[in-house]
């Protein structure tokens, strides 16, 4: 089976309690659709984990390129690789577990995924007026981790593809942590091209809560850090 989830933030015990609840094995993928690092405690770990699942696919979030961004502006300044390293590491709280593969990893990730009946993207694509998808090669990273637009209600993409997403967290529109669907009928079904996008962010640092769901069956599934 395949799961997605986004912004999981650093939150590595909580991850480990919804691989544990949905059986994950070599059999299924998980997508994890950005903001894996940053205000969780366990960033790297988290990273590390991730990397280290050979099913396991990554894109970046805004986390994740404010964090490159940092990076390459040190590597522009300086020739001292072993410092840069020592600065990364302050950048977590976690940090000693960084490596170079890790920031290697991080550096090479895409930035959208796109599937026979579905797009993952980690806060929203590109529109034309009429709702249309434009070419997502002519996406800027700037739109695809950034922009809030894509979580209003209203904004309901034309395509025949679901648009899986993240980064503003679910509870700011309905004041719950659970995933939202949009389907494009009245009715809701259970495939994932009855759905025009899936808004997946569970605000997990601060919620304790992280959830994914089932690309083939739509079912949802919720692990809790027992500390919040």
Not at 10 to 38: N, P, Q, S
Not at 39 to 58: I, W, Y
Not at 83 to 93: C, D, I
């Amino acid at each position: 089976m395949q799961y997605c989830l986004s912004d999981p933030h650093g939150c590595y015990g909580v991850v480990c309690r919804l691989l544990e609840k949905i059986k994950f094995c070599e059999r299924d993928t998980l997508y994890v659709l950005g903001d894996f690092i940053d205000k969780g405690p366990e960033s790297v770990r988290l990273a590390n984990l991730l990397f280290t699942l050979p099913n396991a696919v990554c894109i970046v979030g805004n986390h994740e390129y404010d964090f490159l961004k940092y990076y390459q502006g040190l590597m522009q300044r300086t020739a001292d690789y072993d410092g840069v390293l020592q600065k990364l590491r302050a950048y977590f709280s976690d940090g000693h577990l960084l490596d170079w593969d890790i920031v290697d990893r991080l550096e090479a990730l895409p930035f959208f995924l796109e599937r026979e009946d579905w797009i993952g993207v980690h806060s929203g694509l590109p529109l034309r007026a009429d709702g249309t998808l434009l070419p997502l090669q002519q996406a800027i990273p700037e739109q695809l981790v950034y922009d809030r637009r894509f979580k209003d209600p209203d904004v309901l993409p034309k395509s025949e593809k679901c648009i899986l997403y993240g980064h503003t967290p679910v509870r700011y529109l309905t004041g719950r942590d659970e995933i939202l669907f949009y389907p494009r009928n009245a009715q809701k079904r259970g495939t994932i091209a009855d759905y025009r996008k899936i808004h997946l962010d569970m605000m997990t640092s601060k919620s304790g809560v992280l959830g994914c769901v089932c690309i083939e069956t739509c079912e949802c599934f919720y692990a809790r850090d027992p500390k919040f």
